[in-house]
């Protein structure tokens, strides 16, 4: 079955530092959608990508879908502490398949 | 809108005994999941709905796991018996179309003791 796998699994950062996230499928995707969830609370949907290509900002985060549509990443600029959280990619094919995440912890 | 509500917050049960949790998905969403959230399995899809109808199954664990939707505002996962290894947070998510970003609930977390 769709398996994606995230790199790293932890990430510790200073704050202001900058944080990214990496999202490998040995199959190509015909979509991926990004989640964070902070400590103790619910995924909460963040972005869909669908191009090859395909770059999107929100504010300090940025998002990217590979050209073979077989990856995608996240990085964040300038991390504060109100940026910890795991962070999910999941492609999205019939149904939502969650990577396994990446936690980051942003020290103060 | 409240978003998609889930019931009780929290479970504690002995072993043995019957769960069921609670969701109302947001109104005029068409697809309903249920997910559960691990630390050894990570967030896993048991099962999701399209206009009430179950779609995708294939994710419950075994027969004593059972989710219904009589109505498009209420659906019920249901562990019959419960063990131990149940225990984890149940999350359920709703969609307006299947390949729109998802919303969850706050979800349970349920213990079985």
């Known amino acids: 079955g769709q398996q994606v796998m995230q790199i790293p699994q932890y990430q510790h950062v200073q704050e202001g530092e900058d944080f990214t996230t990496y999202c490998n499928s040995s199959?190509?995707?015909?979509?991926i959608q990004w989640y964070k969830q902070r400590p103790g609370g619910h995924p909460v949907f963040l972005i869909q990508?669908?191009?090859?290509?395909e770059v999107k900002k929100q504010k300090r985060l940025t998002f990217q879908f590979g050209e073979a549509k077989k990856n995608s990443s996240l990085h964040i600029t300038a991390t504060q502490t109100t940026d910890v959280g795991t962070y999910f990619c999941?492609?999205?094919?019939?149904?939502?398949?969650f990577g396994t995440g990446t936690r980051l912890q942003v020290f103060p | 809108d409240a978003g998609v509500i889930q019931s009780p917050r929290h479970e504690v049960t002995e072993m043995g005994q019957e769960v069921t949790l609670r969701c109302k998905p947001i109104?005029?969403?068409?697809?309903l999941f249920w997910y559960r959230q691990t630390m050894m399995r990570g967030l896993e899809l048991l099962i999701y709905f399209n206009n009430n109808v179950p779609i995708d199954d294939s994710g419950m664990p075994e027969d004593r796991f059972s989710a219904k939707m009589p109505n498009a505002s209420f659906s019920t996962l249901k562990i019959q018996p419960s063990e131990p290894r149940d225990s984890a947070v149940y999350f359920c998510?709703?969609?307006?179309?299947?390949?729109?970003?998802?919303?969850f609930g706050s979800g349970t977390r349920l213990t079985v003791v």
């Open positions: 999941a492609p999205n094919t019939d149904k939502l398949i």
């Open positions: 109104s005029g969403h068409d697809y």
């Open positions: 990508l669908v191009k090859s290509g």
């Open positions: 199959t190509t995707l015909s979509n």
């Open positions: 998510a709703s969609s307006l179309h299947r390949l729109q970003g998802y919303t």
